[in-house]
Antibody, heavy 120, light 108 residues
């Protein structure tokens, strides 16, 4: 059974940093692209970033480009999101998600999310 | 950047059919995916590649995509279908994933 468990959320000050982690299990982690999707309180879903199984292909939403870095450690079956220069508008629940098979561009599996609050 | 437009809300009576639209420029040339999200829960994929259903999703859920509009159709609506629904595409020209703004489905 696919399991995705996010951690690392919490309170950060504007301009500060946080690193989110997503521990994956139940599948061959290195074979699948992974991504982060966020949801601000009371708002809709917003795609943040996606990384290929090897880590060689990465894409970002314009809203986080240059501030956030997605990465993965295939030896640890873990996905990361390094968030720098945080802003109030980055406050959201951050979901880790997995594509169903290689070459797909949708997410079939989602974690339960971790809340990031950016406030002074 | 590519934009997906959904109606903020749709209301339907039980046992009737609900249709949720997702508009985008020539969206018919893209693959559209749909997610259901209930309060306090993570999204769940209900339709992928325009009209395919994951195995655990009831046959009452279907999808279509043509021209500038994709549609999620839920037949014989049940109270348990009340949720927010989001469409999503991958824009190959810019390699970005795009979500629609979401539609709140209310079962009367």
């Amino acid at each position: 059974e696919v399991q995705l468990v996010e951690s690392g959320g919490g309170l950060a000050q504007p301009g500060g940093s946080l690193r989110l982690s997503c521990a994956a299990s139940g599948f061959t982690f290195s074979s699948y692209a992974m991504g982060w999707v966020r949801q601000a309180p009371g708002k809709g879903l917003e795609w943040v970033s996606t990384i290929s199984g090897s880590g060689g292909r990465i894409s970002y939403a314009d809203s986080v480009k240059g501030r956030f870095t997605i990465s993965r450690d295939n030896s640890k079956d873990t996905l990361y999101l390094q968030m720098n220069s945080l802003r109030a508008e980055d406050t959201a629940v951050y979901y880790c998600a997995k594509v169903p098979y290689s070459g797909s561009y949708h997410f079939a599996y989602w974690g339960q999310g971790t809340l990031v609050t950016v406030s002074s | 950047s590519y934009v997906l437009t959904q109606p903020p809300s749709v209301s339907v009576a039980p046992e009737k059919t609900a249709s949720i639209s997702c508009g985008g420029n020539n969206i018919g040339s893209k693959s559209v995916h749909w997610y259901q999200q209930k309060p306090g829960q993570a999204p769940v994929l209900v339709i992928f590649y325009d009209g395919d259903r994951p195995s655990k999703i009831p046959e009452r859920f279907s999808g279509s995509n043509s021209g500038n509009t994709a549609t999620l159709t839920i037949s014989r609506v049940e109270a348990g279908d009340e949720a927010d629904y989001y469409c999503q595409v991958w824009d190959s020209s810019s390699d970005v994933w795009v979500f629609g703004g979401g539609t709140k489905l209310t079962v009367l």
